[in-house]
């Protein structure tokens, strides 16, 4: 962890552990649940991960880097037992995965993901005509999802100070407190939560990847990094 970030990750634990940790169900256990979990959980929040393996011993190592009382448990018991669940899970199955979580009201369900689909042509594209955030938020109506993470790899997650500065993540939701709430999780991580309306701008900070997908893992071009920033951050 860079000095700038550790900073603020102290500061910002200070002030959790004061107001009450949460507990955060990460659904899946690959690079973004990875990356976030135990940054998470150094904000003395609890993790605990839900796998359909949770003893699988891949698993079982994250928990055990994770720290802090983190576990792991099946997804619908690990969603039903934490006030804020992130779907760290591949954007085509995270609707039905969300159906399959059990009764999710109240809780705030963090959307990492992106509706791409490659096409028979090779290119990446939009696989719907709104967003996963929209399906998300209408497959569960009583929960309050928020749009987060979707605009960066795990590597940035992890470090931001690699950008060269200051990184943005846009939050898109229906309810304020939940942003808020989102929000206070991105800053201590080290980036800058920047928030840009309704659930429906999820379709606009989706779309905001197919070219960065398509020049880099599609092999369409020149790869590239590109990352927000807040105007007036140097």
Known sequence: ?????LVTTLLLLGCLRLAGADTIAMIG?????GALGPEFAALGHTVIYGSRQPDR????????RTG????????????????IVVLAVPGESVVSIVEGLGDVSGKILIDPTNALVRGADGWFRMDVDTSNGE???AAAPAAHVVKAFNTLNYRTMIDPDTAGGPVSIPLAGD??????KVAELV????LDPIDVGPIRHSRHVEGMLILW????????????EYHLRRVGDD
């Open 57 to 64: 011993a891949d698993v079982q190592a994250l928990v055990a």
């Open 187 to 190: 800053t201590g991580i080290g």
């Open 175 to 180: 309810s304020a407190d939940a942003k808020a």
């Open 1 to 5: 962890m860079t000095g700038k970030k």
């Open 68 to 83: 802090n009382g983190a576990s792991a448990l099946p997804p619908s018991d690990a969603a039903a037992a934490a006030e």
């Open 29 to 33: 256990t690959g690079s973004v649940g």
């Open 135 to 137: 399906r998300i938020q």
């Open 213 to 224: 997908i398509n020049n880099g893992i599609g092999g369409r071009g020149p790869a590239f």
